[in-house]
């Protein structure tokens, strides 16, 4: 998926918002909007937004001189989450399809997000991951491929957002291998946080080599690209690894909560739906093979 001309504005905004954050003031944060403003005409916009976010984000570390701007709010994130995990598993444990369920309640996990926006409600994603279907729910298609699954690869997301996966991992009764993020970028998961939401007591977790909020496969470790290539399922959660991999052949089920007008176009176009048959707010269960 290209950079559209509409992901500028956002890069802009979430300059702003890393000023916030990083407790800039006057020139300084002023110097960071600038400076990602000055950025913007000299990103390849034939690359995907999560590849020309490095850049951002990288010059935006710089300038705030710190090289995890979102470590604290990363931290809170998985404790929050990891307070809900024991009411989240009654929720499963109750339901007449935990599997299902589960699939569901991870893709309301994907609400964690400081990159798309700056503001979320979990409660409010979670009830309505149980109350309303998928906008495109390839759910059964996807029970089929995990049952002659051995290798099986999730793509993890966001921290927080972890503790969700976690719980659906749980359900899947098989070896699976978690992949996170090499280096900070955004609230993108490190290995650390995946341990700190006990993913590493549940599976096999490695990181993908690189410091970008997706999966760009020409950029990721040999190692990564190995393990990408051999799994005979990947479950990619989130924005970012949806706009790096949706045009990749291989047996992907995308997992995601919409969280802009070009991601919803894209993810239509897909299956083959009216422009506005997704909407921001929506999940997605997209399948590509």
């Given at each position: ?11 802009l ?8 954050i ?29 590849e020309?976010?490095v ?7 710089r ?29 499963v ?5 935990p599997?299902?369920?589960a699939?569901?309640?991870?893709i ?6 400081y ?10 994603a ?5 109350e ?9 298609w996807?029970?089929t491929?995990?049952?002659?699954a051995?290798r099986?690869l999730?793509?993890a997301?966001?921290c ?6 976690r ?10 291998t ?36 997706g ?14 290539r ?53 999940l997605?269960?997209l399948?590509?093979?």
């Open positions: 998926m290209r950079t559209s001309p509409d992901c500028l504005p956002c890069f905004r979430q300059a702003g918002h890393v000023a916030t990083t407790g800039a003031t006057g020139e300084t944060a002023a110097e960071m909007v600038q400076a990602a403003a000055r950025l913007l005409p000299t990103l390849d916009l034939t690359l995907s937004p999560p020309n976010a850049a951002l984000y990288g010059l935006l570390a300038l705030s001189g710190s090289a995890d701007p979102f470590g604290a709010l990363k931290n809170e994130s998985n404790r929050a989450a990891l307070a809900l995990l024991p009411r989240l598993r009654e929720i444990a109750g339901a007449g399809d599997l299902r369920t699939a569901r309640l991870a309301a996990g994907n609400v964690i997000d990159g798309a926006q700056q503001e979320f409600d979990v409660e409010g979670i009830s309505a991951s149980l309303q279907a998928p906008a495109i729910d390839h759910f059964a996807f029970r491929r995990l049952a002659g051995e099986i999730y793509l997301d966001n927080g957002e972890l503790v969700f996966d719980l659906f991992i749980e359900q899947l009764g098989r070896p699976v978690l992949a996170v993020k090499a280096r900070p970028i955004i609230n993108d998961a490190l290995i650390a946080d995946a341990e700190a939401c006990g993913l590493t007591e549940l599976c096999r977790v490695v990181d993908n080599g690189t410091g970008c909020p999966t760009p496969l020409a950029a990721c470790s040999p190692e990564f690209q190995i393990l990408f051999a799994a005979d399922l990947i479950i990619s959660k989130g924005q970012g690894n949806f706009e790096t991999l949706s045009e990749t052949a291989a047996p992907l089920f995308f997992m995601l909560l919409v969280k802009c007008p070009v991601v919803a176009s894209h993810a239509a176009a897909m299956a083959n739906r009216s422009p506005d048959a997704v909407r921001i707010g929506d997605l269960m399948a590509t093979a």
